[in-house]
């Protein structure tokens, strides 16, 4: 299926052209019948001579439906632009115009209609130079073979051109770009009615990606599930963009138009974006304001911004140059590169009240508090293209569910875990750790190393997995801290543990009072030290002795009758009770010794 919507001026036979190509009535309400004015979104839908279907999205012309027709236009990809042979491009054909160029559209096919009542060829001569200023175009053959914009003469009320209006529309929806089906869902909601037995139903076009029965999706931020669906008044088991799908929805009561129903988790709700200006229409005109390149500056402080079937209000605060922070009154579910319609609604109605295209770089913006942060930020952001690398570039540091849910697709790897970093970042941070592991061992050198969550929060990250997958040579990383030298002892340790050898080497299994070691120099943490570089063996919290210390006492035990005592082993040792029972202990846990009853042992 392709979806293509109309647009043109009031009055100049949008609806009835729909009519005439699909047997259908776009205008659903008695009103608009009875005024023949369209108010609301009109659908409809044909075969094409190829086979391909369409849908139509028929939108009202009137100048105060200005929002209406931004909601059915927000989210197709090409549009049946409509003039009239006898009265040519007409105020809202501009408003219209200026609205789909800011919103990107780019495939357009022009019907100028009521062909039986006058020559079509002047009104096509000046809607296809306005089309092709605007952007707006496609590269297929035209109806007069002039080439840009391809244009057909056609009456509703004849059927004249009618057959060709079919194969040209044929042509525009054979150019349209392939929608991927594996794209994370966002279908705006442009109706929403109820049925009995069934329950809410929404309806919109879905631009790409895939729904299916059963599917659990967000809408307003509330868990809803697909009970069943319909494309083109058909039951589908699955719907894939671009389609006008019917969602019949369990577990929310009516929403209203402007919601999106969204992948869970794929999408950022946020209501506040940075975003790049580019101004159309009135304010891209150089009379009507300051140049310079301000255009943040030169927009109103309060504006509508739409995007799909949303009108927000919104505050526009410049930064500088292009870019411009929005505030929006209610979150929207936004992607970076999304781009927003800025309108202004206190605007005289014979101007054009489509200002801008507001292109999202920032969907989680960061404070900017001091003094030239704004315009600091601003400068970063002026020529930044919306993507991963921007986005890490901005935030430095981002967790794989919060960049999938600025981006259809992250790209790149993790450097740990879900991690993500901004290359240059990563690199500082890295050297950041070096500086700081070397000043913490110099501060403390009889530490093994820096822990890492000292050096986790010397940084500022946020995870300590981090802080670890920064460690590289001349660092290493052991038992939970980054080592900045191989195992050794400061030099006064080093003093002090020899002048501790020689008083033991005559007496090894004597060991010496807390009030000794330290006047040795030898305090709490310097024993640590030694313990940990393999000088000194703890055998109990007081009591150390020499390496291999457990080794020769367990050769002497082995000479003794077995079992034997403690009082038995305190003499073999030559020592006190305070160090033999620690002692045995220590070759208990060693497996060299075990116990026969409360009061013997044997080596094993």
């Not at 001579?49 to 027709?69: I, N, Q, W, Y």
């Not at 209006?165 to 909601?189: K, S, T």
Request: with cysteine.
């Amino acid at each position: 299926m392709h979806v293509v919507a109309t647009a043109g001026h009031v009055d100049h036979g949008k609806s009835t052209l729909v009519r005439a190509l699909t047997g259908m009535e776009p205008d659903r309400l008695e009103e608009e019948r009875r005024r023949g004015l369209t108010i609301e979104l009109g659908y409809a839908w044909t075969a094409l001579p190829s086979g391909r279907r369409l849908a139509f999205v028929d939108v009202p012309g009137h100048e105060r439906f200005l929002g209406t027709m931004l909601a059915g236009v927000g989210p197709v990809p090409a549009v049946l632009f409509v003039v009239a042979a006898d009265e040519g491009w007409m105020p809202q054909s501009e408003e219209h115009l200026v609205a789909l160029e800011a919103l990107g559209v780019r495939h357009c096919l022009l019907a100028v209609t009521r062909a039986d009542l006058a020559d079509p060829g002047q009104a096509i001569e000046q809607a296809r130079t306005r089309l092709a200023a605007a952007g707006l175009g496609g590269a297929g053959p035209d109806a007069g073979g002039s080439g840009g914009v391809e244009a057909v003469g056609v009456s509703g009320r004849t059927g004249q051109g009618l057959g060709e209006l079919r194969e040209a529309l044929d042509r525009l929806v054979a150019r349209l770009p392939a929608p991927d089906p594996r794209a994370p869902v966002r279908l705006w909601i442009d109706r929403v009615f109820t049925v009995t037995g069934s329950g809410t139903v929404v309806t919109g076009t879905l631009p790409e990606g895939t729904i299916s029965v059963g599917d659990d999706l967000a809408l307003g931020g509330e868990a809803v599930r697909v009970r069943a669906l319909e494309a083109l008044k058909e039951p589908l088991a699955a719907v894939t963009g671009v389609a006008r799908v019917a969602v019949n929805l369990r577990g929310r009561g009516l929403p209203e138009r402007g919601l999106a129903l969204v992948t869970p988790g794929r999408w950022t709700f946020t209501d506040l974006v940075d975003v790049r200006i580019s101004p159309v229409g009135a304010l891209r005109d150089p009379g009507r304001g300051p140049g310079g390149g301000d255009e943040g500056r030169r927009l109103p402080r309060r504006l509508i911004a739409h995007i799909g079937s949303a009108a927000v209000a919104c505050e526009v605060r410049p930064l500088g140059g292009r870019v411009a922070r929005l505030r929006l009154a209610g979150p929207l579910p936004l992607h970076l590169a999304d781009v927003l319609l800025l309108r202004d609604p206190g605007r005289d109605r014979t101007e054009v009240r489509v200002l801008a295209a507001a292109s999202v770089l920032d969907v989680r913006p960061p404070a900017l508090g001091r003094r030239g942060a704004a315009r600091a930020h601003a400068a970063r952001l002026e020529s930044a293209t919306p993507d991963a690398a921007s986005a890490l570039r901005t935030h430095r540091l981002l967790r794989a569910a919060d960049l999938t849910a600025m981006l259809r697709t992250p790209g790149g790897q993790p450097v740990c875990g879900d991690w993500y970093a901004d290359p240059d970042h990563w690199e500082e941070l890295a050297g950041r750790l070096t500086g700081v592991a070397r000043r913490y061992a110099a501060e403390h050198p009889l530490d093994p190393g820096m822990p890492l969550e000292a050096a986790r929060h010397e940084l500022a990250l946020p995870d300590r997995r981090l802080v670890a997958a920064l460690v590289r040579p001349p660092l290493t990383l052991g038992e939970g801290r980054i080592l900045t030298r191989p195992p050794g002892l400061p030099a006064q340790v080093a003093r002090a543990v020899e002048r501790l050898t020689a008083e033991l080497s005559a007496h090894p299994f004597q060991a010496l009072e807390a009030r000794r070691l330290t006047q040795l120099g030898l305090g709490i943490r310097e024993l640590a030290a030694a313990v940990r570089a393999g000088r000194l063996l703890r055998v109990a919290e007081g009591v150390v002795l020499l390496p291999g210390a457990d080794a020769r006492a367990a050769e002497l035990l082995r000479r003794l009758p077995q079992p034997f005592t403690v009082s038995q082993a305190r003499r073999a040792l030559d020592t006190t009770r305070r160090v033999a029972v620690p002692l045995l202990e220590h070759l208990d846990r060693s497996g060299v010794t075990e116990r026969v009853d409360d009061v013997h042992r044997r080596c094993r």
